[in-house]
């Protein structure tokens, strides 16, 4: 027959002090209908939903699945369906086959433990063994024997390396507490009694454990190994009567998916076999686990100065409607979502201790989902976040505290926003610019806006340029400005512009205000410059070639507005030019916003002889300006007129020594006023 004693409760105040101190947290535990059903010798894992204390589920859902591996021993006596650690057997059987015992089952059906040999740290409701449910395990000593029945190892054996048990926590976890039941055990035979204790060695790096509570046999040695300390097993202290081991250890650690113990086994006896015949031996034990659950707090203010004393503080504030969201760093996914108060303090309770991150946001979010982002109210930054009420900060000011690690209950995870300052939209009509530019000295109309902390603002604050002109290059002072760059003491009248496109009768730029704590104003104003009518003509390609004896022309415009002709003109040196043709606008009343080809073809004699008459003129001029100049005018007036008929006569002789020739196209509106293309080089065909 096996035995599972336990020796009954210590002193309250003993378990009082292995428990540790109170913080009024909720404890989750196993809980009936939670566990594996089913019984008998088996590996196949087994997973437990953990309940909210002794209620429903715990939601979001919260699971830890056992798993068995590397089996050291792979059989009971030849049965090759059984290895040496297995769930739902026990002692006692037919042969080489352990009785069957339930998966999944109350405390109490091993060992004899109380309420008082267990400790869920301070957190409530507690450990209550006719009511919380438990895995159940079992070593087997038929797996020592040989096949001829005798010892693979001696029966006094301490440490016997069965296999591993695996813990795993489908959601990360904080320093999760384990509850083992009924370690040790012995079988009272003809030859005398032989005694077994399970024992557990935790082999993750970086974790360790704390006793909580136990009996007198439950010990811990070198902050990782669980195990029966009594001198034999079949007796307990001072050979009083048998003992079996129950107690529960903290697992010191945070962020915690698995924990993997080796699963040892020690005898208490030489002299006999592991196995009596007919009759399977070995420690069935019960390992259980809880989490602890505590509240997190914080509070949304109103950090005026922008953290500039790097402080999160102020008054509370919900910038008019916000949402406090809890997020599991590792998925991403909402775990849980409360409102901000108008007091700016919001408060989430039974949190599941791990580790965090917390956001505001205007916005619902859904609890499983992904985050989607911080959002706040319209006219609201975030300045910083921080765990506490002193100086310091998570480092980025962008409404999510990261690193809140969930140990304890957390107070002060405090966040700062700030009211942006509003810009205001400005307007400005100038003249129509010439040559596509806005000189320095001609923007004159102020900037405006207010903000809540520093009042009116306006020219001799810093502003921000976050947008530039989409149709020209816009200066400050004579500099060219990028997107983004601050100017302080900000005055319009600096502001200039090269560039504007053709057919347009505006520009804009964008600006925010900075205001004393580094905010700038969302959404930023926009800063319009007007004029009347229109930038008249944008041109295409302009192209110009000989071609039987003739000079063609060709180009193209994108947009027109209020244009009333062209003027083709050639030159010989590019400089200057003279008119040889025009040609009327085809565009509607002078207005188009499509594309529109133009061509002309002009005799290629005349062209040349026209382009060069400023050039003898300007000689011929020069001369008359001297003495006797009135002598000299008729000559003059003959040169020329013969230049002309020599040039017609002789023009292909003459552009056949000196071909080169330049065109452009001056076009003018219907004001007179004018505006040319590129200047482009006659090519031969």
Known sequence: MNLKLTRWPLLSLLAIFFAGPAFSQRSLKYENGGGPSGSGASTTDKTVTIYNGDAGVYSPTTTVTYSLSNQQYTSVEGNANIPGLVFGAAVNGNGNTPLTAPNYGLMNRLGGSGNTHYSTNGATPAINVTNDYTVSLMTIGDALINANGSNKIATNTKNVYFGDLTLTFNRPVNNPILHFTGMGGFYNGSNGALGFAAGFELTNSGYTLSRLAGNFAFSLVNNNKIYNSSAQFTTGTNNSSPSAASGSVLVNGSNITSLTFKVLMDGDRAGRNWSATNVVNGDEFLVAVTLTTYNISGNVLNDANGMSDNTVNGPGTNAGGLNAVLIDPATGNVVATVPVNADGTYNFTNILGADYSIAITKDNVTVGQAFPGVVLPDGWAATGENLGTGAGSDGTADGILTGVSVNGNITNANFGVQQTPVTDNKEQTIPTPTSGSIPQGSITTPVSGNDAEDGALDNGNTIVITELPSNGTMYYNGNPVTAGQQIGNFDPALLSF?????????????????????????????????????????????????????????????????????????????????????????????????????ELAHSMTSAMGLAGIPLILAALVAVSMRRKKQLLLPFIALYVLFGVTSCTKNGMNETKQDRTLFVKILQVDKSGNTRSSKIVKVVEE
């Open 498 to 598: 090269t560039d504007l496109q053709d057919g347009t009768n505006e520009t804009s730029f964008k600006y925010s205000f900075l205001d004393a704590a580094g905010q700038q104003s969302q959404p930023p104003g926009t800063y319009t410059i007007k004029w009347d009518g229109y930038l008249p003509v944008t041109f295409g390609p302009v192209t110009a070639k000989f071609s039987n004896g003739q000079l063609l022309v060709n180009w193209s415009t994108e947009m027109e507005r209020d244009n009333d002709h062209f003027e083709v003109q050639v030159s010989r040196d590019g400089t200057h030019f003279e008119t040889i043709a025009t040609v009327k606008s085809k565009a509607a009343n002078g207005n188009s916003d499509r594309s529109i080809n133009y």
